[in-house]
Nanobody
Framework: QVQLVESGGGSVQAGGSLRLSCTAS????????VGWFRQAPGKEREGVAT????????YYADSVKGRFTIAQDRPRNTVYLQMNSLKPEDTAMYYC?????????????????WGQGTQVTVSS
């Protein structure tokens, strides 16, 4: 089993920045990407950004392109999500996920492992 531990959530004003971190307890051949999903109250969970375990092929949802950047620190089994120019509509619970890529847009059906989530709140 692989544990994913997130950190870095919090509250920020619109236009601000946050960085999320996700560390995997170990590498596994059961997944070939790591990334972030988010779920706002009353909405479906959506894929935000992913990156392959080789550190290539970043994917971004249209809603975050140009504002969010995903990066990997492979020796530390850690993936980061740098979130800039945050908007109130980015407010959600953010979940780290590891899964097998099946194409864009990434969906939670492809996820093998989930983190427990970290809250991001953006105020106007």
């Amino acid at each position: 089993q692989v544990q994913l531990v997130e950190s870095g959530g919090g509250s920020v004003q619109a236009g601000g920045s946050l960085r999320l971190s996700c560390t995997a307890s170990r590498y596994s051949a059961n997944y070939d990407y790591v990334g972030w999903f988010r779920q706002a109250p009353g909405k479906e969970r959506e894929g935000v950004a992913t990156i392959s375990t080789g550190g290539r092929y970043p994917y971004y949802a249209d809603s975050v392109k140009g504002r969010f950047t995903i990066a990997q620190d492979r020796p530390r089994n850690t993936v980061y999500l740098q979130m800039n120019s945050l908007k109130p509509e980015d407010t959600a619970m953010y979940y780290c996920a590891a899964g097998l890529w099946t194409g864009a847009p990434v969906t939670d059906r492809s996820v093998k492992y989930w983190g427990q989530g970290t809250q991001v709140t953006v105020s106007s």
